[in-house]
């Protein structure tokens, strides 16, 4: 008869199964043995990203000579600091959901609104775009000779809260109206059709049938907005306007970076951690957001707007794509004004160049982390050993990251020559701050192939290596692109990061749009922030290529 | 041979013993009503649930104890058994050698997906495929797969009368031919009449 068992070694390495942890200690030493070469990267991501945490929270603690600067308290500039920091990012948010619903509600249910699925594609970059980008864009339409200054009221200045507040909305309200666009779409056709068949009016189908739906999202929504505003940074140095409108993270990176004072940025990384760190812990509990899906196609029957209901969605729409689309627009004139020959070609693109293989790393880096770390995830039966895991690799979204990076700067400052060594701190800290979405949007698509074929890949019993080429990477190879693409976005805008670690002379494509637009070469900042834009464009156009 | 001896299943309070023997190239019919133990002790041969007690041997030799993954046995489930996002014939190869069939591997294959109807579609996704072509693909890469025992779990549950007939005489022929044994699921008398050298019928 022909067939047989096979290899141990192979099955070990493409077990599937579930793993229950023996109890006793020679146990479980035996069974890490057996199972290195899998279970070696969980451990190594594992440790890494732990350490780093560890890391930065012992060079916080005060390791060292570098003492926690109290003092602070006492300060009014302190709780000034504070107060802005909070209050501006609690008008950011709310501004952005409160101007995102009607929009949303338009996309949702009126058929007839052209370019939607456009429209929400241009909503995706909004809210990955590199802040730098956004602020160059900014700068020409409402700075002090911009194109739409003079429309606008006597004493205006860009500087400030009003330009914080345009910029958070500008990056944040596309978030927001994505969430709400599907949560609005996923509504079941049974509920609409129910209500107009039992005749309700229309404060009455929004009253039982949207506003349930909203529920669970808008404050979800409003606290992770709040969060990301509040932990801003490229937008608060560049727009800030000096003290008087200066957030926790530009504090911190300014006592580091400029009065190179370690024990005030201490306390207030420590601060910026239990303000964040708390504020996450209260709204992760809110659930979680869909917002990367591409909009369903208008299919199924949905209830008849008013004529009012439409015109006034209709003007919300045209308002938001002109609001969303002019910053960027405003930079191809800008660009075109700037004099060629005096432009740097040749160091715009060796930045690009640098730019691009640091986003690369840092994107790649997120990727294998999450895999490692989720190999692990996927083998273990107690739920207790995978909260455990996961809270590992989410626990980044806690520590912002400048926190993270004044706590390896300080830590191995007395070691290493950042100015050697920076670009590593770059795409690793780059790498952590993604590693939390990557996990979150793989997750659940690693959990959904182990529930539908456990049992199959244990009966098939494929090695390692056939397992990953012939079915799991395909399996997971859309989802990866897509993680690829945002995580590479994300990294390849970084100011925060870069601020800390990068130098002058070794200049990524954002820092040398901020000092060319601090230098008042705006034309030439319009011409590297459009070189930035398209560099995003290309990746996130892999993106959707992939929904489709 | 296989030999299962006083093996001792439950699920919640439920409870069951089994005790047979089955010769090489020689099918086993299991019937009886829903929730009876059935789709347990074909999860219980394949090394997915865990015995209370007894034994499994196979040419004398114990098998109870070897995880799913080394267990000498391919399995058709009753749903999941091809990966949804890779071709039939993609799905197809993972049954041989760690995706990379022999020619003769394959040319067994395509025998029987021509014998079997479903030639035509093997360049296709599982997703564009109608129940019954699903169930035949699966089927052909359980039993062609190189393992002495073979599992299926209702094979012909979604074939329509010709195509059962069909596909029953297939198996029955591969059995013969490898020397297999085999034991499946049924809730048709006439499926265990027909291709079943010992049937259990459990109450």
Not at chain 1, 309 to 337: E, M, N
């Amino acid at each position: 008869m022909s067939g047989g068992t096979r290899s141990a070694n192979d099955s070990i390495m493409s077990r599937p199964v579930l793993i229950n942890l023996p109890t006793n200690r020679t146990g479980l030493w035996f069974w890490f043995w057996q199972r290195w070469p899998i279970m070696l990267p969980g451990a190594l991501a594992l440790l890494l990203m732990l350490g780093i945490s560890v890391m930065a929270f012992v060079a916080l603690a005060g390791w060292g000579d570098a003492g926690v600067d109290t003092t602070l308290l006492q300060e009014p500039w302190f709780w000034r600091v504070l107060q802005f920091s909070i209050w501006q990012a609690l008008l950011s948010a709310l501004l952005s959901v409160l101007l995102a619903l009607p929009v949303a509600r338009a996309l949702a249910l009126d058929q007839r609104l052209p370019g939607k699925s456009w429209f929400l594609r241009w909503c995706l970059l909004c809210f990955v775009m590199p802040s730098l980008v956004l602020i160059t864009g900014l700068v020409a339409l409402f700075g002090r000779s911009g194109l739409l200054t003079p429309l606008l009221p006597d004493g205006w200045n860009l500087y400030g809260l009003s330009g914080i507040l345009l910029a958070h909305v500008f990056l944040n309200l596309p978030f927001a109206l994505r969430v709400f666009t599907f949560q609005w779409q996923s509504i079941p056709q049974g509920a609409w059709k129910m209500s107009a068949q039992l005749g309700l009016s229309g404060w009455q189908r929004f009253r039982l049938v949207e506003l349930p739906a909203l529920r669970a999202v808008v404050p979800a929504v409003t606290g992770f907005v709040f969060l990301l505003c509040f932990n801003s940074f490229a937008v608060v140095l560049a727009l800030g306007g000096g003290p008087r409108a200066t957030t926790l993270e530009v504090a911190i990176f300014q006592a580091l970076k400029y009065d190179f004072n370690p024990p005030e940025a201490l306390f207030l990384a420590w601060t910026q951690l239990l303000v964040a760190g708390g504020l996450y812990l209260m709204f992760s509990r809110w659930g979680g957001l869909q917002w990367l899906t591409p909009l369903q196609p208008d299919s199924g029957w949905r209830p008849h707007l008013s004529r009012a209901g439409r015109i006034g969605g209709g003007f919300a729409y045209l308002l938001c794509v002109l609001f969303l689309s002019l910053p960027v627009l405003v930079l191809i004139p800008t660009a075109l004004q700037a004099n060629l020959s005096a432009v740097p070609w040749q160091e715009m693109l060796q930045v690009s160049l640098r730019s691009v293989i640091l986003a690369i790393s840092a994107a790649c880096l997120a990727l294998l982390l999450a895999l490692a770390v989720l190999s692990w995830w996927r083998r273990f039966a107690s739920p207790t050993l995978r909260r455990l895991i996961e809270t590992a690799a989410l626990h980044h979204l806690v520590i912002p990251g400048m926190v993270l990076s004044v706590g390896v700067y300080v830590m191995l400052m007395p070691w290493l020559n950042w100015q050697e060594w920076g670009w590593l701190a770059i795409i690793l800290l780059n790498a952590l701050v993604a590693l939390p979405f990557v996990f979150q949007q793989l997750k659940p698509r690693v959990f959904e192939y182990d529930a539908n074929y456990r049992p199959l890949l244990a009966d098939l019993g494929l090695g390692a290596w056939p397992h990953w080429k012939l079915v799991y990477g395909p399996f997971l190879k859309p989802v990866l692109q897509r993680v690829f693409a945002i995580s590479f976005v994300l990294a390849l805008g970084d100011f925060a990061i870069f601020g800390i670690f990068g130098n002058d002379e070794w200049r990524t494509l954002p820092w040398m749009i901020y000092t060319l637009s601090g230098s008042y070469r705006l034309a030439e900042a319009a011409l590297a922030s459009l070189l930035l834009l398209m560099l995003a464009l290309v990746a996130l156009r892999l993106l959707e290529r992939n929904h489709a | 041979m296989l030999e299962v001896r006083s093996l001792q299943l439950s699920r919640g309070a439920l409870s069951w013993q089994y005790d047979f023997t089955l010769q090489p190239a020689q099918m086993l019919a299991l019937m009886g009503p829903s929730g009876t133990g059935k789709s347990s002790l074909l999860e219980c041969l394949g090394g997915f649930v865990p015995a209370d007690a007894g034994q499994i041997l196979l040419q004398g030799e114990p098998i109870q104890h070897l995880p799913a993954e080394q267990r000498p046995v391919s399995t058709l489930f009753q749903q999941h058994n091809l990966f949804e996002h890779i071709s039939v014939a993609h799905n197809l190869r993972l049954g041989f050698n760690q995706g990379r069939p022999s020619h003769e591997q394959w040319s067994r294959v395509e025998a029987a997906c021509e014998h079997l109807g479903i030639r035509e579609l093997l360049d296709r996704l599982p997703s564009a495929l109608s129940g019954g072509q699903r169930q035949r693909v699966a089927l052909i890469r359980t039993v062609l797969r190189e393992q002495p025992v073979i599992l299926l779990d209702e094979p012909f549950s979604a074939l329509d009368d010709d195509t059962r007939l069909l596909a029953g005489q297939w198996v029955r022929a591969e059995v013969s031919r490898t020397g297999k044994h085999l034991l499946f699921v049924t809730h048709m008398q006439a499926d265990a009449d027909s291709w079943a050298d010992q049937v259990i019928t459990i109450s």
